[in-house]
Nanobody, 120 residues
Framework: QVQLVESGGGLVQAGGSLRLSCTAS???????????MGWYRQAPGNQRELVAS???????KYADSVKGRFAISGDSAKDTINLQMNNLKPEDTAVYYC???????????WGPGTQVTVSS
């Protein structure tokens, strides 16, 4: 069992910044250092989409729409990942979900989500 808890969402004006954090806990050790973790988002009427991910080795991947504005980072000691979001746009408005993709079982764990709203 893995529990993922997100924090840091909120309301911000266009051009502003937010920092999301996700902490993993549960019966599996070293979640961040052994599995791919990332952030997905889902806006009303849209499918859930990958925003950014980070591999156990630290390799990062970003959606084209956020490249140059968002940065994902991880802390293996704390089993935490962060998403620094700069120059936010109204189209970034969505519920953001933390994800852990297990390397061995291929199972996906999800957090409950945190709302990010960017006003124009």
């Amino acid at each position: 069992q893995v529990q993922l808890v997100e924090s840091g969402g909120g309301l911000v004006q266009a051009g502003g910044s937010l920092r999301l954090s996700c902490t993993a806990s549960g019966s599996i050790d070293s979640i961040r250092s052994r599995n791919i973790m990332g952030w997905y988002r889902q806006a009303p009427g849209n499918q859930r989409e990958l925003v950014a991910s980070i591999s156990p080795s630290g390799h990062t991947k970003y959606a084209d729409s956020v490249k140059g504005r968002f940065a994902i980072s991880g802390d293996s000691a704390k089993d935490t990942i962060n998403l620094q979001m700069n120059n936010l746009k109204p189209e970034d408005t969505a519920v953001y979900y933390c994800n852990a993709h297990m390397t061995v079982s291929k199972w996906d764990w999800w957090g409950p989500g945190t709302q990010v709203t960017v006003s124009s």
